[in-house]
C-alpha cells in the first residue's frame, strides 16, 4: 500500500490549501483515513481523521472550524481542506491509512496507523 500526499506549499496567513492523499493498492475503503503532522522541534500530532465510509469525523480543537477533511472512495483519496491558515499551522503534513473493522472508533494515536506517506510541507507566513 502506497500513499502519496500532495497539495502543501507557501502561503500567507489567512490563505488557503487543499491537501491530497492518493492511495494505491490494498482497501482503500476498510481505512479510516488520518492527517497528521510535525513541526519543528515537536512531535507528531494527529490533525484530522475520517472513517471507512466518510460519516464521522475528528478534528483536534486547533483546527476545528478552519479544517475539513474528505474523501472519495471512489479515487482512493482523502483530502484536507485548510482555510484561514495561521503561522502555527507551519508543519510537515503526513496522511496515513488506519485497515479497520467498520464499527471501530476513530483512531487519533499514531501507532494505531498501519500505512504512512512520505508527507508534504505546509509553510505558513505572517
Known amino acids: 500500500v502506497q500513499l502519496q500526499a500532495s497539495g502543501g506549499g507557501l502561503v500567507q496567513a489567512g490563505g488557503s490549501l487543499r491537501l491530497s492523499c492518493a492511495v494505491s493498492g490494498g482497501m482503500f475503503s476498510r481505512y479510516a483515513m488520518g492527517w497528521f503532522r510535525q513541526a519543528p522541534g515537536k512531535e507528531r500530532e494527529c490533525v484530522s481523521v475520517?472513517?471507512?465510509?466518510?460519516?464521522?469525523?475528528y478534528y483536534d480543537d486547533a483546527v476545528k472550524g478552519r479544517f475539513t477533511i474528505s474523501r472519495d472512495n471512489a479515487k482512493k483519496t482523502v483530502y484536507l481542506q485548510m482555510n484561514s491558515l495561521k503561522p502555527e499551522d507551519t508543519a510537515r503534513y503526513y496522511c496515513?491509512?488506519?485497515?479497520?473493522?467498520?464499527?471501530?472508533?476513530?483512531?487519533?494515536?499514531?501507532?494505531?496507523?498501519?500505512?504512512w506517506g512520505q508527507g508534504t510541507l505546509v509553510t505558513v507566513s505572517s
Open positions: 496515513a491509512g488506519d485497515h479497520v473493522i467498520s464499527s471501530a472508533p476513530i483512531a487519533t494515536r499514531q501507532q494505531s496507523y498501519d500505512y
Open positions: 475520517i472513517s471507512r465510509s466518510g460519516s464521522s469525523t
